[in-house]
């Protein structure tokens, strides 16, 4: 594990201050420290380089600052001093003091500076360095004015005949041009290195920088304060007109970006100024809420953010840790306009972006070390750059292919008006109801299941080194309890895996589980009566529809709550008790039944293998309803489904209508017609001679007529309005003709994981993972994880031809193998090699079969004298296997 080394300044106009500490970013050493910067110009003027900040305590001027400071860094038993506001981030407090009596001793460096607060200005009266401290502390305590600081020139002062650059403060791509042109000549890029730098360490400068609202000539001649055409922008930064109207040339700022960096001079300056600038723009996003009075503060995060090395060693080590953290203060409002901006900036720009904040997530978990004692969550820099991660992530699918309309609201109310056992013991606050709402998606509009193709694959931002050092546990709660002081990654749900969110989903179900049991206890000893801590299910084999959905109907009308409950399932007659395995049997025989086209609750499609809702089903809603419980059951008590359904159900599930595009998952033929239509190029009304009638068969394979208009027979289809014909007719197909079906579907569904983050954290076709498991079975997997038991191990010879034997075994007889000793023939999310399977040993020759436990995953397989005979007994075991018993 290699730690980060301190970089040596690139630029001596910008020495550095280090600290000896703990670094920030979790690593050991000497780094760069922000406070260094604002103590800068004070210790240059006593000409002192420290290396402690004990060692600022030496002059005398600036004791009484730090002895305030330590107050803050180090704060003693006493009540807190009460001119510093207790709610104030110490480290950010000590930088924001400081900077006040830099203000107070060495102004902003503006000649015309209207600050009364600042030496800059003309009427202000010297204080001294003592004087100076003291108001700084009152300036603090009335969180006063702040100016920006206009860089003076540093160490060297270019001479004239060198070129003389001092009086540029804005860049346009002309001065740099001229800078660059004039340097080149001399051979020297020092003098523009200077200026550059100069401009990108101050937000104002750079704020004005590459403006299309400005002359190019007035460019470097614009005065400090917010000209007319920036006071009109601040008026109102909501307005729709200017949420992706840019003053920015940003054509002339990849040009500029393009010259610049390859010299490594300016290289340097950039990364100095990068340091300087964002500990600024940290403290003014946080206390002094500049978005909301400049909406064009934003152009500062949009011209640096097209710096294209902001991957490179040189950034990833300070600067652009700082610069995260500064970019994560944006409010939410500024956060959607940067989203909404980038999403025009195309696919190239957008995933460099995006790859950026990626390689400095890995590069800082690679850093360091993590464990339950040092979180990743606590890491400023991961926390920061995943937040930053966010905006790209809808930038991502802003610019791709989105539905923000079709949706399907809850229209399903399942609060009680009573208190809840967790409400009165106070523990709300765990089983908060209702799904999340993300801030980012409200003030944008839109939500993740509204992308249809974003322009960089969701996969793409899921950071496996993240994943690999998270805590699931401790994010979890993080999650659900300390979601105000501490920060979770499930609030970033596009950045990990579906198998860590299947952890975090587990422990949501489980909590939940063991909530209810709680509850029942407390009400059953409170009424005097046995307590039912499980939802038990007694179902005989040859009537498991009948038995399971009469039950699960009383319960749904007389208690919902104990669906909540861990499901026991118990088949008539059989022995078997149920710690997992014969409720994935149940789940399995129960949706043969169910699935079954003779009872006409479902069609099958036979193109693609999939069922539908079937329109005409003579089943009444309740029997949905009880369907749809039972898919929650399975998710609610991790078990795999074996169910076919086109992706468009886990749509609607998630709250998306189906459209056209939905129709090419479940019924390919039709909707390659219908994009014939769209795409015809003849006379449409007079060649295809279709109208707004469709015809469509009843549950007895008999035509029956249907309008999509009134008098829709009458309605030819035309080429004007063909879109519209392909748009209600695949609305009748996926949303009108199964409404009332799918609605008592989906409120039984929802009966179960209302309260779950499903919908929050899964997109749809993570659901279908998650409900159906893999269908991509990888035996070399299993075989790599399984464990051994009674006297077996991997090197044992019976095992050697036990995994000869599976490998040679058909496609079929594989799903036979893993149906037989876990439960079902699907592999779990992430594969088999996720799934722990154990071998052990039954005994030595026998003529019994092999066994199993599939609550366990556990195969208990008898030591056979040969090869053939054990192959022979597999095959009838996994064959002709049914039914539960104890051994």
Known sequence: MYRRQQRPPLLPLLPLTTVTTTSSYGCGGSTRCMLGYRLLFTLRSAHVTCRDWSQVSAIPELRSVVDKLNLISNPSPHPPSPFLPPDRNKSAAKTLIERYFRQLTDGCGNGSCTNDFCASNGDFKPLDKNAAAVKALQLFKNNAKLCDLHVPCLDRQVSTDQGDFTGIHHLTESNVLMMLSFCKEAKDFSAAAQAIGRVFSNSESLMKSFRTDTKPEQAQNLPNEPDASEKG?????????????????????????????????????????????????????????????????????????????????????????????????????????????????????????????????????????????????????????????????????????????????????????????????????????????????????????????????????????????LEMDKDFTFFKVDEDSKFSFQTCPFILSVITKNQGLYYDNRIRMYGERRLTAFYSMMQGREPTPFLELKVRRDHIIDDALIRLEIIAMENPSDLKKQLVVEFEGEQGVDEGGISKEFFLLFLEEIFNPDIGMFSYEEDTGLFWFSPTSLENDAQFSLIGIVLGLAIYNSCILDVHFPMVVYRKLMGKKGTYQDLADLNPVLFKSLKDLLEYTGNVEDDLMLTFQISQTDLFGNPTLYDLKEKGDLIPVTKENRQEFVDMYADYILNKSVESQFKAFKKGFLMVTYESPLKYLYRPEEVELLICGSRKLDFE???????????????????????????????????????????????????????????????????????????????????????????????????????????
């Open 233 to 469: 922008a601040t008026a109102s930064p909501n307005q729709d007109a200017s949420e992706t109207d840019l003053n920015v040339d940003i054509k002339a700022v990849r040009r500029v970006y393009e010259k610049i960096l390859a010299i490594d001079e300016i290289q340097g300056a950039l990364v100095d100024a990068m340091i300087f600038l964002t500990p600024n723009l940290e403290l003014d996003l946080e206390y002094l809420e500049v978005y909301e009075t400049n909406p064009d503060y934003l152009n500062i995060f949009i011209i640096v953010m097209e710096n294209t090395n902001l991957h490179s060693p040189e950034y990833l080590e300070v600067a652009s840790p700082q610069f995260c953290k500064a970019m994560s203060k944006l409010p939410d409002q500024a956060q959607a306009r940067l989203a909404k901006v980038w999403s025009e900036f195309g696919l190239s720009h957008i995933r460099r972006m995006m790859e950026t904040y990626q390689q400095l997530i890995t590069f800082t978990i690679v850093s360091n070390d993590y464990d339950a004692d040092n979180l990743v969550n606590d890491d400023e820099t991961v926390v920061a750059a995943a937040k930053c991660l966010k905006v790209v992530f809808y930038a991502s699918i802003l610019g791709g292919e989105i539905d923000v309309g079709h949706n399907e609201e809850d229209d399903i109310d399942f609060e009680s008006e009573e208190l809840s056992l967790h409400e009165l013991m106070g523990e709300e606050r765990i089983y908060k109801k209702g799904p999340r709402v993300d801030p980012l998606e409200t003030e944008l509009g839109l939500k993740a299941i509204d992308s249809r193709k974003p322009l960089i694959p969701f996969e793409d931002f899921v950071n496996d080194s993240l994943n690999d050092v």
């Open 781 to 887: 997997a299993l075989e790599q994880t399984t464990d051994y038991d009674g006297g077996y191990s991997k090197d044992s010879q019976i095992i050697k031809d036990f995994w000869e034997i599976i490998h040679s075994f058909s496609e079929e007889q594989k799903r036979l193998f893993l149906q037989f000793t876990t439960g079902t023939d699907r592999a779990p999310v992430g594969g088999l090699g996720k799934m722990k399977m154990i071998i052990a040993r039954n005994g030595p020759d026998t003529d019994r079969l092999p066994t199993s436990h599939t609550c366990f995953n556990a195969l208990l397989l008898p030591e056979y004298s040969t090869k053939d005979k054990m192959r022979e007994q597999l095959l009838k075991a996994i064959t002709y296997a049914k039914g539960f018993g104890l051994l």
